[in-house]
């Protein structure tokens, strides 16, 4: 049984990763599922929070600020941006579903009380990285360059046939600017979903090497090594990255077996 797959399940909360179960400090994951009117309450504590609107539409109370109706997408497939929610330490939540929806709660410790804000999709920055079969399409939520005291948070959708992630690179040494330290989950989404991606995670002396298929709505935790993402002929992926550590900078080290692939991708 794989240490670093943690399989969906059915009800509200999809999947859940705490610091306490991943064994880890920083990142903290969970994804939900809510009917129309069901909604998710819970105090911050000492750490910070990215909400994303996956899909449909929710209202956010945060504190004393509120936003009503947020959300835009049907399928995170779509070729759009989705809404986000930066709330801070010590803040009160309710997230209420307009309609039914699925939202992600990115988790972070945090010591600065800023203000809660939100992160409308205008203000996301997209991208492409890669090229030929190792083309990807990225969408920057809540990067190093934006206000927060740990939270990295950024999805990804490779098509199919695809590998992402790749070539294999890591981000587990606080030796930075070369590379930095940082936990990482994997929230992975498949269309048609009841497809399937695989995903491996090794360290240079092996003392991690699992090869893990992942299916729709699974998460993978990356405490450290490489991590590549290969998508199979006929099905489209997409994964919601959490990453967090002591420096909030994204600073990564390719496998050295595979730096050739740096030629042609």
Not at 72 to 79: K, Q
């Given at each position: 049984m794989s240490q670093l797959l943690l399989k969906a399940r059915p009800g509200s909360i999809i999947v859940e990763v705490t610091p306490a179960s991943a064994g880890w400090t920083h990142v903290g994951f969970a994804a939900h599922r809510l009917a129309a009117g069901e909604a998710v309450k819970l105090d911050t504590g000492k750490r910070e929070l990215c909400i994303v609107v996956l899909t449909g539409t929710l209202t956010v109370q945060a504190g004393?600020?509120?936003?009503?109706?947020?959300?835009?997408?049907?399928?995170?497939?779509?070729?759009?941006?989705?809404?986000?929610?930066?709330?801070?330490?010590?803040?009160?939540?309710?997230?209420?579903?307009?309609?039914?929806?699925?939202?992600?709660?990115?988790?972070?410790?945090?010591?600065?009380?800023r203000p809660a804000r939100l992160i409308d999709p205008s203000s996301m920055t997209r991208s492409v990285r890669g090229k030929g079969a190792n083309t990807r399409y990225v969408c920057d939520i809540l990067p190093q360059t934006a206000e927060a005291d740990g939270l990295l948070v950024v999805e990804v959708i490779t098509p199919s046939g695809h590998s992402s992630s790749y070539p294999p690179h890591k981000h587990d040494s606080d030796n930075v600017p070369l590379e930095s330290s940082l936990e990482e989950t994997y929230y992975h989404r498949l269309n048609p979903e009841q497809g399937f991606a695989y995903q491996r995670v090794y360290t240079d002396d092996r003392s991690i090497d699992e090869a893990m298929a992942v299916e729709n709505h699974d998460v993978v935790m990356v405490p450290r090594g490489y991590h590549p993402v290969t998508v199979p002929y006929g099905y489209d992926g997409y994964y919601l990255n959490v990453m967090a550590g002591p420096k909030r900078v994204w600073h990564f080290k390719n496998d050295p077996a595979h730096a050739w692939l740096m030629q042609s991708t």
């Open positions: 004393e600020q509120r936003w009503e109706a947020i959300g835009n997408l049907a399928s995170v497939f779509e070729d759009r941006s989705p809404y986000a929610v930066y709330v801070p330490l010590e803040t009160q939540v309710c997230i209420t579903a307009v309609s039914a929806a699925e939202v992600a709660l990115c988790s972070a410790p945090a010591t600065t009380h």
